[in-house]
């Protein structure tokens, strides 16, 4: 069993910064594929990005590369979203999520933290 507990979502001008945090219970937390989505308002669920197990690895969306820098930290169950040069398009709702093998359909989730970014 995995609980995913997201932070660090707010509210920042175009052009800002937010990290996201995404706090794992459990103790197998390193054998994780770990990602984050993201929903807006009117829009389908996508997955912005994705790391490996190791941390090796890791996955973004064309609309956030070179923007967006996914990390883990297995040692804290710990996922970070470094996400820069933020703006309004990225305002949605973002979610934790994790599974042993992929991220296609997700086993666990959290409880999602909303991103606002104004012009």
């Known amino acids: 069993q995995v609980q995913l507990v997201e932070s660090g979502g707010g509210l920042v001008q175009a052009g800002g910064s937010l990290r996201l945090t995404c706090a794992a219970s459990?103790?197998?937390?390193?054998?994780?594929?770990m990602g984050w989505f993201r929903q807006a308002p009117g829009k389908e669920r996508e997955l912005v990005a994705a790391?490996?197990?190791?941390?090796?690895?890791?996955y973004y969306a064309e609309s956030v590369k070179g923007r967006f820098t996914m990390s883990r930290d297995n040692r804290k169950n710990t996922v970070y979203l470094q996400m820069n040069l933020l703006t309004p398009e990225d305002t949605a709702v973002y979610y934790c999520?994790?599974?042993?093998?992929?991220?296609?359909?997700?086993?666990?989730w959290g409880q999602g933290t909303q991103v606002t970014v104004s012009s």
């Open positions: 999520a994790a599974d042993r093998t992929t991220l296609k359909t997700p086993y666990y």
């Open positions: 459990g103790r197998t937390f390193g054998y994780y594929v």
């Open positions: 790391i490996g197990w190791s941390g090796e690895n890791t």
